[in-house]
């Protein structure tokens, strides 16, 4: 039995891309069509593909670097030999059947994999995480192959039943009172083989694609939350479903409202005459028009004033929102007419009681 990594030409610690490039040479170079009358051009062409099989799957490039070379050295001796892996007087055949199963006729193929799940992100502007929008993104993933639709196999062939293990995935050897189960090699457990590669995708049955998807931004997202589209992520193997794409939304900040939960809150200046009088004032709400709001005399620097519900609406809540909450800040001038000064010397006048009386008194004591 030939060694994968030799017949591809690459190393052991080869990459998936090194495998890959290796792969389509190697392919191009020994397709049967090219060399139609050398009949061992078709299985040279048959090795190639058994490799790159097992070789450009992790699972089963997995299995292969663990039991490989034994297994070859056991299969040209009559049976696999579990004592190869035994070290220091240890015999870990047990293990071995623990992770290869034991029973192996009865096995059945490896079970198709569902498709990985995949990340993406999407940044959207604050007046979109409130009023909801569409965005597209853009996901690079594995998806079925267009030209073998998901089979691996070139136009007009079909996978075949692995004839080492008759299309169970495993090969099951004796081995005293017990049965030890290992992966087929040949077709890395899956229970087939693929004879004529697709060239487009190498025999895997997926390729690399770009694809785009609409993403439906509820109205009042939060930053940092997630939109899980289910089935688009990477395809499956053998016919299983894919994984699922999961979309991370992150929130321009505003220059006007900060969130807090479905509340937003902001920061408005207010005059001295007005904290102190009283007032009405307007104040900004996030659908662009003017919410008006009531001072009280003698309102102090940093007081929350409250309208209900206009607010960001509240997510999963049809007509529901938060609060839109304003803190007042009173606003010092840093220069004053001849008039203004000398009207606030009045009012300094009329004040009476010295604002700081109280706070002396209290250090007094405490010294």
Known sequence: ????????????????????????????????DKHPDDPA?????????????????????????????????????GGFDPRAFNQDGIDISDL????????GGRQRNAPPQR??????????????????ARV?????????????HG??????????????????????????FFSLSQPCLRCGGTGHIVEHPCLNCGGRGATQRLRRYAVNIPAGIKDGARIRLRGKGEAGSHGAPAGDLFVQVSVEASPVFTRRGDDLLVDVPVSFSEAAAGAEIDVPAPDG???????????????????????????GDSGKRGDLLARVHISVPRKL?????????????????????????RAAEAS
């Open 1 to 32: 039995m030939s060694d994968h990594y030799k017949t591809l030409g690459v190393s052991r610690t080869a990459t998936a891309d090194e495998i890959k490039k290796a792969y389509r040479k190697l392919v191009r170079e020994t397709h049967p």
């Open 41 to 77: 051009a078709e299985e040279r062409f048959k090795q190639i593909a058994q490799a790159n099989e097992i070789l450009s799957d992790p699972e089963k490039r997995k299995q292969y670097d663990l039991v490989g070379e034994a297994g070859m050295r056991g299969a040209a001796g």
């Open 96 to 103: 071995l059947g623990g992770i290869f199963g034991r029973g």
């Open 115 to 132: 498709g990985n799940d995949l990340e993406a992100s999407v940044t959207i502007s604050f007046r979109d995480s409130l009023n909801g």
């Open 136 to 148: 597209s993104i853009a996901v690079e993933a594995l998806a079925p192959c267009t030209e073998c």
């Open 151 to 176: 089979s691996g196999a070139a136009a007009g062939t079909r996978p075949i039943t692995c004839p080492d293990c008759d299309g169970r995935g495993v090969r099951a050897q004796a081995q005293g």
């Open 289 to 315: 028009e003017r919410v008006r709001m009531k001072l009280r005399a003698g309102t102090g620097d940093g007081v929350l004033l409250r309208a209900r519900g206009r607010g960001a609406p509240k997510n």
């Open 337 to 361: 007419s001849r008039a203004q000064k000398e009207a606030l010397e009045k009012f300094a006048a009329l004040e009476g009681d010295d604002p700081r009386a109280e706070l002396f008194a």
